[in-house]
């Protein structure tokens, strides 16, 4: 819980350092007050959609509340090696979502690449915010619903689309699935 507590208090501390109300960054990023006070209290770990818009609206990149060390280029991640960003599944929307950040460390970065670990019955919310998304099945099938149009991608299959538009990934058939995910924020 303490990455949480970390979260929570930079979100707080941007939001602040702006002069922003709580409900003035709720207006900003289309995320409810209630939600955003139960992630300044500690109290759940947003799902990357919702603080990919928080992010935004505080003039942030992702990475600015997840990164917690600088390391030098290049960033390599061995497959063997990957470390489980456990803040990203705890008690939350999140749930049944597991992130494994693959740029951690890179300050400078401009996207945000994952590998994620979707389960079978994974509580998958719709998503809009600025800027791309791509991703690649690795195993398992996806379902990604892309505004009303409904594709199922199996392994080795890829989708870069623009994530203004409202998207849904989840795990299909009934069973768990895994996927490499990059997502562009602009400033």
Not at 138 to 152: A, H, N, P, R, T
């Amino acid at each position: 819980m303490a990455e949480a507590k970390k979260l929570g208090e930079r979100i707080a501390t941007y939001r602040e350092r702006l002069e922003m109300t709580v409900e003035t960054l709720a207006k900003e990023s289309g995320v409810s007050p209630s939600v955003i006070r139960a992630v300044e209290a500690n109290e759940v770990y947003p799902a990357l959609g919702t603080l990919v818009k928080l992010a935004r609206a505080l003039g942030q990149r992702l990475g600015t509340f997840m990164d917690d060390q600088f390391t030098p280029d290049p960033v390599i991640v061995r497959g063997d090696s990957r470390l489980l960003d456990e803040r990203s599944h705890q008690q939350t929307s999140a749930a049944g979502f597991r992130y494994f950040s693959l740029g951690a460390g890179k300050v400078d970065r401009h996207i945000d690449p994952f590998y994620i670990e979707i389960a079978a019955d994974a509580d998958a919310q719709l998503s809009s915010h600025e800027g791309e998304e791509f991703i690649i099945v690795v195993s398992g099938e996806i379902e990604l619903l892309y505004g009303e149009d409904v594709k199922i991608l199996k392994p080795g299959d890829s989708a870069y689309y623009n994530s203004v538009v409202k998207h849904r990934v989840k795990a299909n058939g009934g069973k768990p699935a895994t996927i490499y995910a990059c997502i562009f924020m602009p400033f």
